[in-house]
């Protein structure tokens, strides 16, 4: 069983930054990968990246690509989200999940554990 807490969203002005943090319960943090999805009002869930439990592999939404970086300490058991640039079109709801495999995936429905998820709200 894994628990996830995210921290770290709120309210910032289009081209700032902010760095979401999804903290995790358990002792087996590190053989699990771990991605990011965001839901935005009205919206389906929508993958945004992904970390292996190594930290040598990652993969990223295109509308992401180059803005934001995925990042892991699993002696902290704690996945980062580092987002730059933000548009007003990144505002969501960001949750953090767990899958029981090395290998990254994209889609919501192969990840086991998730977190309560953050708000992310980015004025233009």
């Known amino acids: 069983q894994v628990q996830l807490v995210e921290s770290g969203g709120g309210l910032v002005q289009a081209g700032g930054s902010l760095r979401l943090s999804c903290a995790a319960s358990?002792?087996?943090?590190?053989?699990?990968?771990m991605g990011w999805f965001r839901q935005a009002p009205g919206k389906e869930r929508e993958f945004v990246a992904a970390?292996?439990?190594?930290?040598?592999?990652?993969d990223y939404a295109d509308s992401v690509k180059g803005r934001f970086t995925i990042s892991r300490d699993n002696a902290m058991n704690t996945v980062y989200l580092q987002m730059n640039s933000l548009k007003a079109e990144d505002t969501a709801v960001y949750s953090c999940?767990?899958?029981?495999?090395?290998?990254?995936?994209?889609?919501?429905?192969?990840?086991?554990?998730w977190g309560q998820g953050t708000q992310v709200t980015v004025s233009s």
């Open positions: 970390i292996s439990w190594s930290g040598v592999s990652t």
């Open positions: 358990g002792r087996t943090f590190s053989s699990y990968a």
């Open positions: 999940a767990a899958r029981t495999s090395n290998v990254v995936a994209t889609i919501a429905s192969r990840y086991t554990y």
